[in-house]
């Protein structure tokens, strides 16, 4: 059994470029959700998808938009990126049971926007 | 205010000695998480609980959904167990709510 993967692990980009972020799902897992977290806090909720959609979002802009795809694995892509988005972005792999949806994470990709 | 909230913010303890980390939250929940982050940022999910008490090795989580408040108690500590501990929040629409997490060193 293979856990959560993302990449890449470590990259800087400057202000106004795009970037994204890629997760493989644990086997077995249907639904994945993204995080951000800035230094010296706790994880902030993005968004979460299902089934391909988008089923519960965090309070982030429109520019933190991502996909999932058949496979289960998703992107998150941000655009426009200003200096407050550097952070570290957690990827969480789960089975869509509100009963049951344990979280398993990635070791993340850290963000460092210049 | 935040819809999940932690305390203490930063506990230093003797090895040995019992932990007790305290998490409150405002909203409706389907579940609660406990979570660890080791430096480097790799979190492991403890527990997840919707009602009662969990126990797994010297670790016990409990939760009162009354009064929207869990606890997560760790017995006997060890300096292995130094990391931060995060508590977190699913509610009805499949939104996550995380605390800002406590940090606990355990002194040798």
């Known amino acids: 059994e293979t856990g959560v993967t993302q990449s890449p692990t470590h990259l800087i980009k400057t202000r106004g470029q795009q970037v994204t972020l890629r997760c493989s799902s644990q086997?077995?897992?249907?639904?994945v959700s993204w995080y951000q977290q800035a230094l010296g806090q706790g994880p902030q909720f993005i968004f979460q998808?299902?089934?391909?959609?988008?089923?519960g979002r965090g309070n982030f802009p429109p520019r933190f938009s991502g996909l999932q795809f058949p496979n289960y694995s998703s992107e998150l892509n941000v655009n426009a990126l200003e200096l407050d988005d550097s952070a570290l972005y957690l990827c969480?792999?789960?089975?869509?049971?509100?009963?049951?949806?344990?979280?398993?994470f990635g070791a993340g990709s850290r963000l460092t926007v210049l | 205010k935040n819809e999940v909230e932690q305390s203490p913010q930063n506990l230093t303890a003797q090895e040995g000695e019992f932990i007790t980390i305290n998490c409150s939250y405002s909203?409706?929940?389907?579940?609660l998480h406990w979570l660890q982050q080791h430096p480097g940022g790799g979190i492991v999910s403890l527990f997840m609980?919707?009602?009662g008490k969990k126990k797994h090795g010297r670790l016990i989580a409990t939760i009162n959904i009354q009064e929207k408040h869990s606890s997560l108690h760790i017995t006997a500590s060890h300096p292995r167990d130094s990391a931060v501990y995060i508590c977190?929040?699913?509610?009805?629409?499949?939104?996550?709510?995380f605390g800002t997490g406590t940090s606990l060193t355990v002194i040798p």
């Open positions: 969480a792999s789960s089975l869509n049971n509100p009963g049951a949806n344990v979280l398993t």
């Open positions: 086997s077995g897992h249907n639904t």
């Open positions: 998808y299902y089934r391909e959609e988008e089923n």
């Open positions: 909203v409706g929940i389907s579940a």
């Open positions: 609980l919707s009602s």
């Open positions: 977190a929040v699913t509610n009805t629409g499949n939104q996550f709510y």
